[in-house]
């Protein structure tokens, strides 16, 4: 079956994300792969794959965040062309932001019933590892009245994203605190994340060696 390839970010599209907005696609990826990814993870859920999620280095505080998770491995047979689609997309943001995203990572969440994700930034300031943030939610006929949504509190104020199936919502991982109300329901999405190139490590300076 044929990927379907992103439309390109519009000027628009870029204005919004630098001015720290949101930028939302609908049938992003397709309907059937996000089905059929949200089976692959409901399988995970079953054998145990997902672990509680972690906040910062190591921390697993479930006051922040109580969602389960798993990181996607690119070789991963059952989630292939989600790589791929990531992977594009990593192309495509590059090239329309003109940003250097050399590297991502894919991260697969899991909201059971009551578990929420606080107030948060995906990258601090000055901390330039990771850049764009990109969530794609696997929920089909998803009701308001579930919760779950992903607050983003932007420049004029809070808006709330139902997870809705196919949905990609990308903004600015530095720019955007956002949080995930309390879901009433399972609720599942893959993040991925997309970083700059790995900082040079800090060699010795000859001249005072
Ligand atoms: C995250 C996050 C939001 C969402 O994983 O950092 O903020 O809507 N997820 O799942
Ligand atoms: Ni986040």
Redesign the pocket.
């Known amino acids: 079956m044929a990927l379907r390839a992103l439309a390109p970010l519009s000027e628009s599209d870029v204005d919004e994300l630098a001015a720290g907005r949101l930028v939302i696609r609908d049938n992003a990826f397709g309907e059937d792969l996000a089905r059929r990814s949200r089976e692959v993870l409901l399988g995970w859920r079953e054998q145990g794959r997902l672990d509680a999620a972690g906040v910062g280095r190591g921390g697993k505080i479930a006051r922040i965040r109580s969602d389960l998770t798993a990181w996607v491995q690119p070789d991963d047979p059952e989630l292939t062309e989600v790589f791929v689609l990531f992977e594009g997309l990593r192309q495509g943001l590059t090239r329309d932001l003109r940003l250097s995203l050399q590297r991502f990572a894919v991260?697969a969440?899991c909201y059971e019933q009551g578990a929420a994700?606080g107030p948060?930034f995906?990258a601090f300031r000055g901390d330039h590892s990771r850049r764009v943030?990109a969530?794609w939610y696997l929920n089909p006929n998803w009701r308001p009245e579930w919760g779950g949504q992903?607050r983003a509190h932007l420049p004029e104020g809070p808006v709330d994203v139902l997870?809705r199936l196919d949905r990609l919502v990308i903004f600015l991982s530095e720019q955007v605190k956002?949080e995930?109300l309390p879901a009433l329901a399972p609720r599942f999405?893959m993040?991925s994340w997309y970083r700059g190139a790995e900082p040079l490590p800090l060699l010795p300076d000859p001249r005072f060696g």
């Open positions: 991260q969440a994700y948060h995906d943030t969530i992903l997870p956002h995930v999405a993040t």
